[in-house]
C-alpha cells in the first residue's frame, strides 16, 4: 500500500550529465513537492506543483526543472549536475492548497551520487 | 537567524527512558506544528500533527505546542532503539502557499539497549 514512490532509490550519474529522478503516488493529492536534503540538514524545497501549476523556489538553481505530465506522476530533471547537487532527493505530496488541516506526506528519497 | 532552531544532538538515551526534543521558532505566524521521523537513508515519516497550542498524544508520543513562548515539544515514553532516528520538527502558517513547511534541522536520538 505505497502511498509516494520513487524510482530509482539511488542514482549514480556523472557530472555534467542530465539526469531525471521520478515520483508517483497513489493518494490522488494535487499537490507534489520536490525537496532537495543533504547529509544532516533540513530538507530544502525546490519547487511544487498545485495540480499543472507550478511554483519554483527563488534560489532553486535553473539546472533543475520538472514535469508533471498527470496528477499521479513528477518528475525532477537535473540538466548538468555538478558534485554540490549529490544529495538524497524527496517527493512529497499533500491533498490540496491552503486547506487547514493539511499535511505533507513523503516518499523514501532517491539517493543521488555525482561522479 | 533561522527561522526554526532545532538542536542537532545527537540525544543519546537508554532504553526504556523518556526522550524529550524540542524547537524553537521566530515567526508567530506558524499556526500548524508537526513532527517527522527519518530512518538513515529514507523519506521522513509524519507522527505528530497538532494545530496551535496543547497537548496532543498518540501512544508514546505527546506532543505539546506553546505559541507563547514559540516552543514545541515531542515526549518519547518507554524510548525502544527502534526509534532511533533523526526528528524534523516542521511548521507552516494559516493558507501556507503551497502549504509550505518551514523545518528544523533536525535532532538525532540513539537508544541504546
Known amino acids: 500500500d505505497a502511498m509516494v514512490i520513487q524510482n530509482p532509490r539511488y542514482q549514480v550519474t556523472q557530472f555534467g550529465k542530465p539526469v531525471t529522478l521520478s515520483c508517483s503516488q497513489t493518494l490522488n493529492h494535487n499537490v507534489m513537492y520536490w525537496y532537495q536534503q543533504k547529509s544532516s540538514q533540513a530538507p530544502k524545497l525546490l519547487f511544487h506543483y498545485y495540480d499543472k501549476d507550478f511554483n519554483n523556489e527563488a534560489d532553486t538553481p535553473d539546472n533543475f526543472q520538472s514535469r508533471r505530465p498527470n496528477t499521479s506522476f513528477c518528475f525532477l530533471d537535473i540538466r548538468s549536475p555538478g558534485l554540490g547537487d549529490a544529495a538524497m532527493y524527496l517527493c512529497?505530496?499533500?491533498?490540496?492548497?491552503?486547506?487547514?488541516?493539511?499535511?505533507?506526506?513523503f516518499g523514501p528519497g532517491t539517493r543521488l551520487t555525482v561522479l | 537567524q533561522k527561522e526554526v532552531e532545532q538542536d542537532p544532538g545527537p540525544l543519546s538515551v537508554p532504553e526504556g527512558a523518556i526522550v524529550s526534543l524540542n524547537c524553537t521558532y521566530s515567526n508567530s505566524a506558524f499556526q500548524y506544528f508537526m513532527w517527522y521521523r527519518q530512518y538513515s537513508r529514507k523519506g521522513p515519516e509524519l507522527l505528530m500533527y497538532?494545530?496551535?497550542?496543547g497537548n496532543k498524544e498518540d501512544g508514546r508520543f505527546t506532543a505539546q505546542v506553546d505559541k507563547s513562548s514559540k516552543y514545541i515539544s515531542l515526549f518519547i515514553r518507554d524510548s525502544q532503539p527502534s526509534d532511533s532516528a533523526t526528528y524534523l520538527c516542521a511548521m507552516r502558517r494559516v493558507k501556507a502557499a503551497g502549504n509550505k513547511l518551514t523545518f528544523g534541522g533536525g535532532t538525532r536520538v540513539l537508544v541504546k539497549p
Open positions: 512529497a505530496t499533500s491533498r490540496d492548497r491552503g486547506l487547514e488541516a493539511d499535511t505533507q506526506y
Open positions: 497538532t494545530y496551535s497550542s
